[in-house]
């Protein structure tokens, strides 16, 4: 059974930072290409960053610069570093593991909020 539990979200002021963690487990992580998305209320989802197994990352405009991804295959863990955040960050944020031919999954969400 695929599980991905993501953490770290919290109530922060602009400017602040914030690490979001997601842990999997039921997946041969290190060939799963993993993603964090966001949606915003009354939005739709969207990506914010993803790493592919091999290691690329790729970045929406929006946080360019200001956000980091990593991953660590040997705690089957992804990580998102967001600093210089602003209230337009806000929203909650899941964790994907994406693998063609073998599954898309998703996490329950971690909510992030960014006060003026």
């Known amino acids: 059974q695929v599980q991905l539990v993501e953490s770290g979200g919290d109530l922060v002021q602009a400017g602040g930072s914030l690490r979001l963690s997601c842990a999997a487990s039921?997946?041969?992580?290190?060939?799963?290409?993993m993603g964090w998305y966001r949606q915003a209320p009354a939005k739709q989802r969207e990506l914010v960053a993803n790493?592919?197994?091999?290691?690329?990352?790729n970045y929406a405009d929006s946080v360019k610069g200001r956000f980091t991804i990593s991953r660590d295959n040997a705690k089957k863990s992804v990580y998102l570093q967001m600093n210089s955040l602003k209230p337009e960050d806000s929203g909650v944020y899941y964790c994907?593991?994406?693998?063609?031919?073998?599954?898309?999954?998703w996490g329950q969400g971690t909510q992030v909020t960014v006060s003026s």
């Open positions: 994907n593991a994406r693998r063609k031919w073998f599954g898309n999954y």
């Open positions: 039921g997946v041969s992580f290190s060939a799963y290409d």
């Open positions: 790493i592919a197994s091999g290691g690329n990352t």
